[in-house]
């Protein structure tokens, strides 16, 4: 089983640039989740999309999109890359509303914005 | 808002010590608290849960108990092992939802030493 799957792993940008950070799960969960980790902060929500076609601010959305394209994947872009955005991001999925499993995460990306 | 305060890190211990990492939180209504585990470079991993009042999630020698009267999900081990170091993350999702949508404490970095 491959779980939660996130691509890329280490990503460098140029302030300004855009990317697309990739995440699928094969595991048949409505939900998903984009969180941010920095030090001393533990991590973040940043979107959600509790169901397929669905998706809700978190915490710290400022700077970032996302995109629910099917019920396996969800994106999060950054349109223009800014030094702040410089953190590790996961994706997680879950069981959907009313079904309580535990969140599985992903291997993470690490994003350094210069 | 809903928070988690977990200690003051780092956490460092020798070989077959004790264990205790606080966390304190404040929420509304019922939620469900867990410890989550980040092995050096890889994602969290649930270490346990505990979803109503006096329950004990208990995994792998690792136990807390959900106290509701002292808003607080206290990590214990009996004797800990090198195989322990790692990231350890206090978190809640709100009563009634899927558990992913997660409120993170800071962390707390544990090194244990032969």
């Known amino acids: 089983n491959a779980g939660v799957t996130q691509t890329p792993k280490f990503q460098v940008l140029k302030t300004g640039q855009s990317m697309t950070l990739q995440c699928a799960q094969d595991m048949n969960h409505n939900s998903m989740y984009w969180y941010r980790q920095d030090p001393g902060m533990g991590l973040r929500l940043i979107y959600y999309?509790?169901?397929?076609?669905?998706?809700d601010k978190g915490e710290v959305p400022n700077g970032y999109n996302v995109s629910r394209l099917n019920k396996r994947e969800f994106s999060l872009r950054l349109e223009s890359a800014a030094p702040s955005q410089t953190s590790v991001y996961f994706c997680?999925?879950?069981?959907?509303?009313?079904?309580?499993?535990?969140?599985?995460f992903g291997q993470g990306t690490r994003l350094t914005v210069v | 808002g809903d928070s988690v305060t977990q200690m003051e890190g780092p956490v460092t211990l020798s070989e077959e010590a004790f264990l205790t990492i606080n966390c304190t939180y404040t929420a509304t209504g019922y939620p469900s608290l867990f410890w989550y585990v980040q092995y050096p470079g890889e994602g969290l991993q649930l270490l346990l849960k505990?979803?109503?009042?006096?329950d004990k999630g208990s995994n792998k020698g690792f136990e807390a108990t959900y106290r509701k009267e002292t808003t607080s999900f206290h990590l214990e081990k009996g004797s800990v092992q090198v195989s322990d170091s790692a990231v350890y993350f206090c978190?809640?999702?709100?009563?009634?939802?899927?558990?992913?949508?997660?409120?993170f404490g800071q962390g707390t970095i544990l090194t244990v030493h032969p």
């Open positions: 997680a999925s879950s069981g959907g509303h009313g079904v309580n499993t535990e969140a599985f």
């Open positions: 999309s509790a169901s397929e076609g669905t998706t």
């Open positions: 505990a979803t109503k009042a006096d």
């Open positions: 978190a809640l999702s709100p009563g009634g939802t899927s558990y992913g949508k997660l409120t």
